[in-house]
């Protein structure tokens, strides 16, 4: 009967499921995983919290799944014509990642990347086989965060390897996903690619939609009168983000157009018509974040231009106060510089004839003040 694979803390445990060796006359063991309620979730759980392993290591026949594969079996597996292999590896070790090489041939420098990450979205052309880097990015936390992460994928005829780096969730279900419809997967690698490709990009559309909603109530504060440094600070910061979504994203256009439209030994013709999906994708993605930056420039702009009208209304208040208070302060200073021979100074109505004036004359003041608009 099959077993049921479980990894935890770093140790795989299997059962042994006896089948079909593709070499006639002889059998072989091989581990076998069994869909049991809860199981998926907890192993999803478990892959999390033990970094540096594999994922999932499958073959697959038709686009039917037959076999999970220990990477040890790996070249026993690809001795069958018929079954290409899939693995998801997250955050593999350097004795993993050499071994996955040894097993497939996959060249130095591509292995390179993928063990050191931190690399921009890019194809590399390699003799029967490509080499890709794409960027995974979701939302996390309150505030929200933008998290990014990379996907590293060595595609040739019979396998793709899938590298990750960052966050695990990022790439929840596209096996499922491909698994569901093995019409499509009979294609191979190269529909593999296209699912995983799409299922990225994809990503993007929620979270430009995200940013362009915190624009929008950025856009309310701006015209409703409340200036604070904190609208200056999350204009900022959105800017920043969308900066960081057109570096991730914009360089995955030529990405997909080449893959669309020029021949390509890992991607058979049949599939590549879905490459342009992708491309599409991709530039309206690319047409969401250029919008959403002007709009974001143009908001930061209109914000600094009536926080500078509030400030100059606010000096045009102060002037205003300023010249009808100077009035009775110098009258009052005439006044008052004690000096013997102020006529004013014995009269009987001098006293109240200079209050009558500084009143009069700063009420003449504040209605032409308030009626230029100072006040």
Request: glycine share 6%; charged share 20%.
């Given at each position: 009967?099959?077993?049921?694979?479980?990894?935890?803390?770093?140790?795989?445990?299997?059962?042994?499921?006896?089948?079909?060796?593709?070499?006639?006359?002889?059998?072989?063991?091989?581990?076998?995983?069994?869909?049991?309620?809860?199981?998926?979730?907890?192993?999803?759980?478990?892959?999390?919290?033990?970094?540096?392993?594999?994922?999932?290591?499958?073959?697959?026949?038709?686009?039917?799944?037959?076999?999970?594969?220990?990477?040890?079996?790996?070249?026993?597996?690809?001795?069958?014509?018929?079954?290409?292999?899939?693995?998801?590896?997250?955050?593999?070790?350097?004795?993993?990642?050499?071994?996955?090489?040894?097993?497939?041939?996959?060249?130095?420098?591509?292995?390179?990347?993928?063990?050191?990450?931190?690399?921009?979205?890019?194809?590399?052309?390699?003799?029967?086989?490509?080499?890709?880097?794409?960027?995974?990015?979701?939302?996390?936390?309150?505030?929200?965060?933008?998290?990014?992460?990379?996907?590293?994928?060595?595609?040739?005829?019979?396998?793709?390897?899938?590298?990750?780096?960052?966050?695990?969730?990022?790439?929840?279900?596209?096996?499922?996903?491909?698994?569901?419809?093995?019409?499509?997967?009979?294609?191979?690698?190269?529909?593999?690619?296209?699912?995983?490709?799409?299922f990225i990009v994809d990503q993007y559309f929620p979270v430009v939609e995200v940013l362009e909603?915190?624009?929008?109530?950025?856009?309310?504060?701006?015209?409703?009168?409340?200036?604070?440094?904190?609208?200056?600070?999350?204009?900022?910061?959105?800017?920043?983000?969308?900066?960081?979504?057109?570096?991730?994203?914009?360089?995955?256009?030529?990405?997909?157009?080449?893959?669309?439209?020029?021949?390509?030994?890992?991607?058979?013709?049949a599939t590549r018509p879905y490459f342009q999906d992708v491309n599409d994708h991709v530039l309206?993605?690319?047409?969401?974040?250029?919008?959403?930056?002007?709009?974001?420039?143009?908001?930061?702009?209109?914000?600094?231009?009536?926080?500078?009208?509030?400030?100059?209304?606010?000096?045009?208040?102060?002037?205003?106060?300023?010249?009808?208070?100077?009035?009775?302060?110098?009258?009052?200073?005439?006044?008052?510089?004690?000096?013997?021979?102020?006529?004013?100074?014995?009269?009987?109505?001098?006293?109240?004839?200079?209050?009558?004036?500084?009143?009069?004359?700063?009420?003449?003041?504040?209605?032409?003040?308030?009626?230029?608009?100072?006040?």
């Amino acid at each position: 009967m099959p077993g049921l694979s479980v990894r935890r803390h770093g140790i795989l445990a299997c059962l042994p499921f006896r089948g079909e060796n593709p070499k006639e006359g002889t059998c072989w063991f091989r581990p076998r995983t069994i869909m049991v309620p809860g199981v998926t979730r907890m192993m999803a759980e478990m892959a999390q919290e033990v970094p540096g392993g594999v994922i999932a290591s499958r073959a697959y026949k038709n686009g039917i799944r037959m076999a999970d594969i220990p990477i040890s079996e790996i070249s026993s597996a690809l001795e069958n014509p018929d079954w290409f292999v899939w693995i998801g590896l997250f955050e593999p070790s350097d004795a993993l990642l050499r071994s996955v090489q040894q097993a497939f041939g996959l060249h130095d420098l591509a292995v390179e990347d993928a063990r050191n990450a931190h690399q921009r979205t890019k194809l590399e052309t390699y003799d029967d086989s490509i080499f890709l880097v794409l960027r995974t990015v979701r939302l996390v936390g309150e505030p929200r965060k933008l998290e990014f992460g990379e996907t590293h994928v060595f595609v040739g005829k019979r396998y793709l390897v899938s590298v990750r780096h960052g966050s695990l969730r990022s790439h929840l279900g596209v096996r499922a996903r491909c698994e569901a419809t093995p019409t499509l997967l009979a294609h191979g690698p190269g529909f593999v690619l296209h699912t995983l490709m799409d299922f990225i990009v994809d990503q993007y559309f929620p979270v430009v939609e995200v940013l362009e909603g915190e624009l929008q109530e950025l856009e309310k504060d701006i015209f409703a009168g409340r200036f604070s440094h904190e609208t200056t600070s999350r204009l900022y910061c959105l800017m920043r983000d969308l900066l960081c979504l057109r570096r991730a994203i914009s360089p995955l256009t030529d990405v997909s157009s080449h893959l669309a439209r020029v021949a390509c030994p890992v991607v058979p013709a049949a599939t590549r018509p879905y490459f342009q999906d992708v491309n599409d994708h991709v530039l309206r993605i690319n047409e969401m974040i250029d919008t959403v930056q002007q709009l974001t420039s143009t908001a930061l702009d209109a914000h600094l231009a009536l926080a500078s009208v509030a400030q100059n209304e606010d000096t045009k208040r102060l002037a205003a106060w300023a010249a009808i208070l100077a009035v009775p302060t110098m009258i009052a200073g005439i006044y008052g510089m004690n000096f013997e021979n102020l006529p004013e100074l014995h009269w009987q109505f001098g006293y109240p004839v200079a209050l009558l004036a500084m009143f009069v004359i700063c009420t003449l003041l504040y209605r032409g003040f308030k009626e230029s608009g100072w006040l």
